[in-house]
């Protein structure tokens, strides 16, 4: 039977349509958009508009579904995370806003623990900044002292990261970040793109106490790819305003931050929706995470653990709340690596992404791969289970 979700358009340009098993990542296409998130792009796209207007009425909207003072819609967490900073060292001053990326005439350091330091960590430098390092990586935490004594007239704000790609044993507590700002009457700025669902975090860390958290727009909420949004209370709320002032659509280093009315439409409907409904698919996807075990128990040498990745059983602190399937074996036993898993599910029509994070376990040969059940319809779940059948009886 041919597969149904099979895109002609993808068949046309000679390009295969995935299975997603991995989870919404950038280098997948982020995510399935509903058909209420396209029936308004496409509303849209057939009329013109007042882009300022616009923007004004989508960041309140935002604001508004996350319960915060200011909201700004952006390019991805990634160009929250920029334009936040840029915010912080340029101010509402039209001159250091001309002059960016140069910034060494202003308060242009970012400080950020060694702890959080991440694969997007390049983002908070993007606009010239520089950054501020403290703490040294593989330490239990980071040292608070360490912190202030870096803290200068140079600094123009505190960051920080809550995301599964830290190292938790290098995680500094977010309230010692806090007090520093408010000490020193800094902003907090945190990277926060990855942390939903579930809703509730939408709210969780302004509540904590920070000024600014950025969030992709094209993961969980299910808006598209390439949008994010940035949310703001006290100090953060005046950022955002001049962040708002000095960007797209208006000139100057701000003006490549651009985005469609159909990308600022689409992602204020998919942000309604995942506020709505977001908590909702969870005991959908438990259940397609409990399925996979039941079938997949039997096969020998394969061992299946169901991680449902809330607070008693998870795959790291920080991990949303997504359920997901682990799989382990031994390379010797089996004679297979994750590597060759991996060719396996993509070598067949309709290919499959897995989960490929290798957690290391210095103590055996074991291999591991993740299903992730975010995006599984019922033929790509019973596709998965027949291949990794395959791969494991061969």
């Known amino acids: 039977m041919a597969y149904k979700y099979k895109s002609k358009v993808l068949e046309k340009l000679g390009v295969q349509s995935w299975i997603n ?5 950038t280098d997948v296409g982020g ?6 998130v396209l029936e308004a792009m496409n509303e849209v796209a057939k009329t013109f508009v007042d882009i300022r207007e616009l923007i004004t009425r989508v960041d309140d909207r935002i604001a508004e579904l996350c319960r915060s003072e200011e909201a ?27 002059k960016l990326p140069h910034t060494e005439e202003m308060k242009n350091e970012v400080l950020l623990a060694r702890g959080h330091y991440i694969n997007y960590t390049p983002q908070w430098i993007a606009c010239g900044a520089r950054l501020v390092e403290y703490g040294i990586s ?16 140079k600094t123009c704000c505190l960051a920080y990261t809550f995301s599964y790609n830290n190292v938790p044993r290098g995680d500094q507590p977010f309230e010692e970040v806090v007090e520093m700002g408010r000490k020193y009457n800094l902003p907090v700025v945190v990277d926060a793109a990855s942390e939903l669902p579930p809703v509730e975090n939408l709210y969780k860390f302004l509540d904590m106490g920070a000024d600014i958290v950025c969030y992709s727009g094209g993961k969980a909420i299910g808006g598209p790819n390439n949008t994010g949004l940035m949310i703001g209370n006290g100090k953060g709320a005046g950022i955002i305003q001049a962040i708002r002032q000095y960007t797209f659509p208006n000139y100057g280093w701000g003006r490549g931050y651009k985005l469609s009315k159909e990308q600022m439409v689409g992602l204020v409907t998919a942000l309604e929706i995942f506020v709505q409904e977001g908590n909702q698919l969870y005991a959908k ?16 040498k394969l061992e299946v653990t169901l ?11 920080l991990m949303p709340l997504v359920p997901r399937v682990l799989l382990r074996w031994d390379a010797q036993q089996t004679g297979a690596t994750a590597l060759e898993l991996d060719h396996f599910m993509a070598a067949a029509d309709p290919p499959v992404f897995l989960r490929n994070i290798h957690y290391y376990n210095y103590y055996s040969n074991q291999e591991w791969r993740l299903i992730d059940t975010f995006f599984l319809r019922p033929p790509d779940i019973e596709i998965i289970i027949e291949r990794l059948k395959a791969f494991f009886d061969h």
Do not use: Y
């Open 21 to 25: 098993a991995k989870n919404w990542s």
């Open 31 to 36: 995510n399935l958009l509903d058909d209420r």
């Open 72 to 98: 700004h819609i952006t390019t991805g967490a990634s160009g929250a995370i920029e334009l936040a900073v840029a915010g912080c060292i340029a101010g509402n001053e039209l001159k250091n806003w001309r």
């Open 138 to 153: 593989g330490m239990l935490k980071p040292s608070k002292k360490e912190m202030e004594a870096l803290i200068s007239e």
């Open 285 to 300: 996807q438990l259940e397609i995470a409990r399925h996979f075990c039941r079938e997949l128990n039997d096969i020998p």
């Open 307 to 317: 991680m449902p990745n809330d607070e008693n059983l998870h795959e790291h602190p």
